[in-house]
């Protein structure tokens, strides 16, 4: 660890700040999705999306969530008809989840508003500065994959 003490904690700050006002717009992305769902729904669907479909098992051990969350959670994005569960080809006896078209062109529809706002909000960042910040974002997020606190 490199830096002054002062500096260093004046920027943890800084950075708790910023990722708070992150985390409010990707709850209110949610929303715009559903009103009903919060972000731990969305994210599930957005995951179940990306993978092309996974087990809530998968879900659970990914995000380090409690099965029973997962299983709420789940159940609350079927119920608005977002999710759908299928027969595991391999494991007839479990379960994958997959988006619905619905939960898809929901999807779809906040993604792409998603990223007109990147585009905005980064507009202005050079390739290097872009590059820079998605190693950063990556770099952080693997830390985080130990199951200590944030």
């Known amino acids: ?3 002054a003490p002062q ?4 920027s943890m700050d800084v950075i708790q700040r ?3 006002a992150f985390a409010r717009r990707a709850r209110a992305t949610a929303a715009r999705l559903h009103p009903d769902l919060p972000l731990v ?14 087990r809530a098992t998968d879900l659970a051990a990914h995000y380090l969530l409690d099965k029973s969350t997962v299983s709420r959670q789940v159940a609350a994005l079927e119920k608005l008809g977002l999710v759908e569960r299928n027969p595991d080809p391999d494991d007839h006896r479990m379960q994958v989840l997959h988006p619905t078209p619905s939960g ?8 792409a508003s998603r990223r007109a706002a990147y585009r905005e909000r980064l507009g202005s960042w050079t390739s290097e500065d872009l590059t820079r910040f998605a190693e950063y974002l990556l770099r ?3 830390a985080g994959d130990t199951g200590a606190a944030p």
């Open 1 to 3: 660890m490199t830096g």
């Open 7 to 10: 500096e260093r904690e004046e």
């Open 18 to 20: 910023e990722l708070t």
């Open 41 to 54: 729904s969305y994210t599930l669907l957005a995951h179940i999306d990306h993978q092309q479909g996974c």
């Open 104 to 111: 898809t062109e929901a999807l779809a529809s906040t993604q």
């Open 140 to 142: 952080y997020n693997e």
